[in-house]
Structures are given as structure tokens and as C-alpha cells.
């Protein structure tokens, strides 16, 4: 699922989101698709595969960035 739009995506914008793409997720750390990637395939972002699609859980993210609401 991509939901891209023409509105930067926030923290406040994935709270209500079980998971976010790896794009996405490049997007809110402000750093390029192929480094998203990267870091995922090296296991430096929590993620899960649910067949070839590589997804972010927005829970264990927030808790990986040190969100209050998750430590």
C-alpha cells in the first residue's frame, strides 16, 4: 500500500497505522529509499516480511526511535 501524498509524513500521521513502507519510513528519518533499505536488510529498522514486502511496524519503530508513548 503506498500512500503517498503532497503532506510530509509525521509521527502524528503513522500513530493510527499498524505499519508503514520502507519508503515511508525513509521519509520520516529524512534519509534516502536505498538507505532505508539497506538498514532494513541489516537489521538496523524493525521490520517484518509478509511474503516479498518488506513492512515497518509502526509500534516497534516508535519504540526503536525512543517515543515516550513506547519506552
Known sequence: MNN???EPISLDSIKSRLTISVEETAQLLG???TAAYEA???GELPT???GKRIVIPVALLLKWLGHPTYN
Open 31 to 33: 534519509i534516502g529509499r
Open 4 to 6: 503517498y501524498s503532497s
Open 40 to 42: 532494513a536488510r541489516r
Open 48 to 50: 517484518r516480511r509478509i
